[in-house]
């Protein structure tokens, strides 16, 4: 009898080892080299299509800016080739103020005369245009409208300012 124990132990060990870990990890309601092997690819198939999500983001990002810095030079070059004279403030001696906070404004009036250039203002803002007095050093003073920091902007808003009535003829680009 003892014998036959030991031959049944013998065949449960063989057992055993013959299904390895697997057996004891699903008695123990534990996953198997197979379940975790499963997951682990699943866990690189997510981690490399999250990768390529974020690759191609990247790409679509560089694209757009590319995109962006190439019609902004196309806006500069049709302003120019259209004869809008853009010029620095660094034309008239800088600014008699602190800094502008955008780049680009479309000046539809210069004046030396400060009580000029606020009636000049008050006109544009009361058809809706957020016009500025900009101080200059060489004493001037010019009203600004449809300020913004970017060129493709500042075309499709010159268009529309010019499509106006009140527009004047002589309208020209202040860059910061």
Partial sequence: ???????????????LMATGCD??????GRPTSREIEAKAEAIATRKAEAEKARQDAIRDSIAAVRKHEADSVAALDTLKMNGYKMMATSNFGGLAVADLP????IIVGSFSNMDNALRCSQTFSERG???EVIALKNGYNVVGVCKTNDAVQLYQSLKEL?????CPPQVWILIE
Avoid: N
């Fill in 129 to 131: 245009y957020d016009a």
């Fill in 1 to 15: 009898m003892q014998r036959i124990l030991q031959a049944i132990f013998l065949l449960a060990l063989a057992a």
């Fill in 162 to 166: 010019k499509r106006q009535a009140f």
């Fill in 23 to 28: 057996f004891l990890r699903k008695v123990a």
């Fill in 102 to 105: 955008c780049k680009y404004y």
